[in-house]
């Protein structure tokens, strides 16, 4: 008698929720997972030194290895949707996935992971942009929850697509990891702030960022856990355990056998000394007229007066009018300190008037110009620097000043001075390393040293300062650049091309900090690649690695309905 025929059982296919699955501890679990992820980027308690050496963390502080664990916490979630049930006989080793389980954890995870990392824009939103509290809350979790669609989706595709070979899984999940980081950080403007791989600037995977950049750790990362999870799962012989820890060891330790510029042809191109400005002037007083604005002009006229550095550079808006509205003689006063000597300036003003728009810019002055060169924020913020389409109704809820700038070009040329080309970014935009990748198009062109000038005092003494520094410093390790901060509160310092933070001020201080920086030459691989094809290989590659699982597990499920064991 012929076997009977079993209809293939197709990933998508709707089915109830097993109950058992579904408990409160591990709803619990995914949002614990979720908050630690978040901690991992800038750990927010400070943690004594046992007497083993574990621990002593700082506040601040990237912790890879809690990064990891998290994610392989959700990693083994998604396992446990995978339920194996027979379905006619030995031939039977494919799952019965539940996908939508898969979908819960993945969003449920990465909501308390954005809340957990964004959540400071709570302060920007109610404290100083007037938003009632309740809605302020309601903004920050429909963000998160939002953009944790993107993680949902990729979670629930891994539960109902990924092969049945734990090697090859690893690799599809990290892919589909992948594809969730990209969209989140490019789609609808970008906002990547709390990636993954930000938590690894102090670990062993930080080597790999000239190489492969941010959304290569994290695709890293990503695989490290699901190999981690699939090391404690049931049923694996001990063979396939060893070799999977082999894979793992071996991943973390090869950064240690390679040297610390393997990455790149990085040459030194100089010293400069520089001086930035952290005027700590309160948000709250920053552009009224009575207060901050005369304590700002007056505290940045004379510092930018009496420094004697190469360069002196002060932060976002910190002169906060336009210069059409500043007292006659300050402007020219300015203009002819630097209009001699051997010294130049880099400042943060808005720009422009009520015909031609407003943007929010640096000035440079130096010697023997014709006029100012200018840089324009390109990349904006919603809310903040531009009204997304039918949402005036929100941002008239908020007292925001200049709340609606124009956008500079994607590409504009850098301040030269001694021998140095200075490349500008304004507050969040050294979190788009494929824009800054642009720059690097033509090598004898490419920057030597980014400045970056930002106000943070909108969000608080929280952890935004810790989160920007970590930024800035993984660009340092894309690039092999040096990175120059200067803040208005904090957290204003000088990173050199390695990631290193070797100058740093108090936050929340009103203070001048001194320090050389080195500028450096020659382009990454990561900057060569990323100059000229974007992101496009990534999203490339990991489609076609989701492909290739999808079709693997397909061939699987039609194996189990058309043959009998």
């Known amino acids: 008698m012929p076997p009977r025929s079993v209809p293939p059982r197709w990933p998508f296919q709707l089915r109830r929720v097993r109950a058992p699955a579904l408990t409160l501890w591990r709803v619990a679990l995914a949002l614990l997972a979720g908050g630690a992820q978040a901690a991992s980027l800038a750990w927010p308690w400070s943690l004594p030194q046992t007497p083993f050496g574990l621990l002593g963390l700082r506040p601040g502080q990237p912790v890879w290895w809690l990064q990891l664990l ?41 909501t308390a992971w954005l809340v957990g990392s964004f959540g400071w824009t709570y302060i920007a939103m109610h404290t100083y942009g007037g938003l009632p509290s309740v809605l302020a809350v309601l903004a920050v979790l429909a963000l998160a929850g939002l953009l944790a669609l993107y993680y949902a989706a990729v979670c629930g595709l891994f539960v109902a697509l990924s092969p049945v070979n734990r090697a090859f899984a690893a690799i ?44 290569g750790l994290c695709a890293l990362a990503a695989w490290l856990a699901m190999r981690g999870a699939q090391l404690v799962q049931r049923g694996q012989p001990w063979r396939a355990r060893a070799v999977t820890l082999a894979l793992v060891l071996g991943l973390l330790a090869l950064p240690a056998l390679q040297g610390a510029d393997a990455a790149g042809t990085a040459r030194s191109t100089g010293r400069l000394a520089v001086t930035l400005l952290q005027g700590n002037i309160p948000q709250n007083e920053k552009f009224e007229q009575g207060s901050g604005v005369p304590l700002a002009l007056q505290w940045y006229g004379e510092q930018l007066t009496a420094s004697r550095t190469a360069l002196v550079i002060a932060p976002e808006t910190a002169l906060p009018v336009l210069p059409q509205q500043l007292p006659p003689i300050y402007w020219r006063s300015l203009e002819q300190r630097f209009d001699s000597g051997r010294q130049a300036a880099i400042i943060g003003t808005p720009l422009g008037n009520a015909q031609e728009g407003y943007t929010n810019s640096v000035v440079g002055l130096k010697p023997g110009q014709t006029e100012p060169w200018r840089y324009d924020k390109h990349h904006l913020v919603p809310f903040g620097e531009f009204i997304p389409p039918m949402f005036k109704w929100f941002t008239a809820m908020m007292n925001i ?76 390790l894309e690039f092999a650049r040096p990175f120059v901060l200067a803040t208005n509160t904090g957290l204003t310092a000088i990173v050199d091309h390695r990631g290193r933070v070797t100058h740093t001020l108090a936050r929340h201080t009103r203070g001048v900090l001194v320090g050389d920086v080195e500028g450096r030459t020659g382009v990454t691989f990561y900057g060569w690649w990323v100059s000229r094809y974007g992101t496009w290989p990534l999203w490339l590659l990991a489609l076609s690695l989701v492909g290739l699982g999808a079709h693997s597990r397909l061939r699987k499920r039609q194996c189990q309905a058309d043959r009998p064991c």
Request: glycine share 12%; charged share 15%; with cysteine.
């Open 172 to 215: 599809v999940f990290a892919a589909l990891w992948v594809l969730a980081e990209l969209a989140r950080g490019i789609w609808l403007t970008g906002f990547g702030w709390g990636a993954a791989g930000y938590s690894h600037v102090d670990g062993p995977l930080a080597a790999y960022a000239p190489w492969l950049g941010l959304y």
């Open 70 to 110: 998290a994610l392989g916490v959700l990693a083994w979630l998604l396992h446990s949707c995978r339920q194996t049930v027979p379905a006619g006989g030995a031939c039977s080793t494919d799952s019965a996935a539940d996908w939508r389980l898969g979908a819960l954890w993945g969003w449920l995870f990465t």
């Open 401 to 476: 000043p200049l709340g609606d700038f124009n956008r500079g070009a994607a590409k504009q040329a850098p301040f030269e001075w001694q021998g140095q080309r200075l490349s500008a970014n304004i507050c969040v935009e050294d979190l788009y390393s494929e824009e800054l990748g642009l720059l690097f198009s033509d090598p004898a062109q490419a920057p030597t040293i980014f400045v970056n000038v930002s106000n943070l005092a909108w969000f608080g003494d929280g952890l935004a300062m810790d989160q920007h520094l970590q930024i800035a410093r993984l660009r340092a």
